[in-house]
């Protein structure tokens, strides 16, 4: 992935460029303390043993070119742009001579346990910008301190005197040299005692600006290379058929006709490995045909006899799921947790002039990346290579280095461009099952699964049950709340303790929290052998459909706008401190309700024959509001307008930080129109996007309006942001366009149904 200047020398390949900046003279070279630390592509020998520990870094060559990595992995979130640009920045670059070079795993040998070269790597989780902030604004401010003190020293003037401007340093008196002109003597300058100071905002020239993403000319015509695409000249294909059923065993297997079909080397049998955490070994018991090519390898597996025994897990069927659930929520049991209890609820019940019960349905989903689970691996004496589509390379790493006992730098892990993560993969099943295959068939290993197997064998976001009441006043308050919940946890077999397996399904500051004075919040969690992660965030976010939804109930109850309704339980501005560090800012959570109001001509919304719905949501200190506007012909629902409002403080890039809602907006209104994975004994029902279709072009929106909300705080993330509040947006703008009160449903299919 390549921003790519002018100089003749860039319109090499990528990897031939990387290969003609290591042999020029004179290069600086700014960014990690170790040597030994580097990853592919670029070698050892350009890493300099004196630099601070900073987590990236910069490369200036003689020419003036300046080469910056990108840490974290792009699945769409625009991050091999907005990191270096804040590098970029802070070291005054010219953008034109930038190019981007995607990181690997940065990893090191420290007394035998692993030292992160680049500190954090994780990409689509929504931390990327907040966690590279700091320490990305100081490589690029120590390579700018750096070239201040060679330009000063060869003018012989103080270099606080001096300033730099795209790529150029600029003595009073108007003399200049290039960055490329000092690289050399500046990649000789002692280090400092202390970091330099780092710019004020006022000094940003990149930082805030709109700009492309540096593939996206790539991307678009169809030059990017993802890890499916990469291979070894002597690697084996190898497919794999799993076991229906994560807990199944095989029962009977016949190879003969698999072993005859020409091309075809090996079949070999996985099992997941007992008491590895799940996410970190095979994900159900398989069978692998290994060949020499895929089309032999796909035709190997055709000609498998394998009878499969279904464990627990095979009565297992959606509805039994939610009967569970349902028998939790109105049974009496002390099998609960109870996640917040503010005030007493009970005691406000007694008072209640009215009150209002309402439960709400969420199915189960699948990830759906376009990119299916790949992983190429070679294994030798001393070394491993992968090539991974992983969302988080130091827990790829983790896994190869438990099945390989390789030292932590013997195990070199590159991360392309990746086709789309979602959460999926920040769980390593794959790899697992890749180096267990390689170490079988003693060749390197190019892992392929087929879209079948994406969605048979996920880990799924679990569906759940709401069970939500509000108590209100005589003044027409809003006094208590209470929202039950079952689901079954996503972090069940994770090594996370009973008493917390709660913390993905529900947070204690979820809205309304600390809105009302009387607030309760439990979780009763459901049984069940489906394999489950994260989804676009923690399960957790998808609860803004219920409280949202339920909100436009309780103002509908009361014979009120429900955007006053909100503002109301918002109340004035204030910080109300949040359990998990932080602050909730009402302010900020109102600002972007209004802005979407007044975007949207919310003072219509009694008047239009159309229906408008709203809701907000807040999400790690970032703040985000969807307004939609909706018409319904019969059950025919046509989405008019979308206009989403996010406050995510300092914004890098807004033009990617749009694009990342549109697209969020977009998946979830895609997700809310016809997404579901249903299980029939015990075994997933959708096996493509025939099944699991995600929403045409005429279902959607014309259009996103976005605003962004400057800011001057630290910035937040927004991989995922948009995605609690347009489902419920959405609905509510169903509700009020069909002019009756309905139970809502998660899916709007069925919500058109009942109407």
Known sequence: MSHRPASDKLHLSRRRFLQVLAGTAGALMVGIRVADAADVPLPPALLGD??????????????????????????????????????????????????????????????????????????????????????????????????????????????????????????????????????????????????????????????????????????????????????????????????????????????????????????????????????????????????????????????????WKPGTSGSENSNALEQQANALLNGKTDSTTRVRDDGDVDIAGKKAARRLDATYFQPWLAHATAEPMNCLVRLDKDSASLVVPTQAPQKAWAVVQRLTGLAPAQIDIRVPRVGGGYGRRLDHDYVAEAVMLAKAADKPVRLLWTREQDFSHDYYRAGSVHQLSAIIDRKRQLTAWTQRMASASALTRRNVSADRLWTSELQADQLPAGLVPNYRSDWYGLESAMPRGPARGMPHLSNAFAVESFIDEIAHLMREDPLKTRLRIIGEARQLPLSAGGTLDTARLANVLQLVADRIEWKNWLRT???????????????????????????????????????????????????????????????????????????????????????????????????????????????????????????????????????????????????
Request: aromatic content about 4%.
């Open 50 to 307: 004196k630099f601070q520990d900073l987590g990236a870094y910069v490369r200036i060559d003689a020419d003036g070119n300046v080469l910056i990595g990108a840490r974290d992995p792009d699945t769409g979130t625009g991050v091999a742009t907005s990191l270096p640009r804040i590098i970029a920045d802070e070291l005054d670059a010219d953008w034109k001579r930038v190019s981007v070079v995607s990181l690997g795993l940065g990893v090191s040998d420290n007394n035998g346990q692993p030292r992160w070269t680049y500190g954090r790597q994780v990409g689509g989780s929504g931390g990327s910008i907040p966690a590279a902030w700091n320490d990305l604004r100081q490589v690029g401010a120590l390579a700018r301190w750096l070239l201040l003190q060679a330009a000063a020293r060869r003018l012989g003037v103080p270099a606080n005197r001096l300033r730099c401007d795209a790529g150029t340093v600029i003595a009073p008196d108007g003399r200049r040299f290039t960055y490329g002109s000092l690289a050399e003597d500046a990649s000789k300058m002692a280090l400092p005692t202390s970091m330099p100071p780092l710019k004020s905002a006022a000094g940003y020239h990149l930082i805030g600006q709109p700009i492309g993403d540096v593939d996206a000319r790539e991307i678009v015509t169809g030059q990017t290379r993802y890890a499916i695409d990469q291979h070894y000249a002597d690697a084996l294909v190898a497919v794999l058929a799993h076991c229906p059923w994560p807990d199944g065993t095989l029962a009977r297997i016949d190879t003969a006709d698999a072993l005859a079909v020409k091309g075809v080397l090996k079949v070999v049998q996985l099992k997941p490995e007992a008491g590895q955490p799940l996410g970190t070994t095979v994900i159900a018991p398989a069978v692998a045909v290994l060949a020499e090519t895929t089309w032999a390898a796909l035709q190997g597996r055709e000609k498998l006899k394998l009878e």
């Open 609 to 755: 024959v159309n229906g408008l719905g709203i809701a907000c949501w807040h999400v790690d200190g970032a703040y985000v509001a969807h307004a939609i506007e909706a018409s319904m012909q019969g059950e025919k629902l046509t989405i008019q307008r979308v206009v989403c409002a996010v406050d995510v403080g300092r914004v890098i890039n807004p033009l990617g930080l749009e694009g990342q809602i549109a697209g969020a907006t977009l998946d979830a209104l895609s997700t809310a129109l016809n997404l579901a994975i249903t299980v029939k004994d015990g075994q997933v029902q959708q096996h493509s996007y025939k099944d699991y279709p995600l929403a045409s072009m005429a279902q959607l929106p014309n259009d996103v309006e976005v605003i962004v909300v400057p800011g001057d705080r630290a910035p937040t993330g927004a991989s995922f942001l948009a995605m609690p509040t347009a489902a419920p947006a959405l609905a509510n703008a169903v509700f009020r366009a069909s002019a009756v009160r309905v139970r809502r449903l998660p899916l709007m299919k069925e919500l058109l149904r009942l109407l």
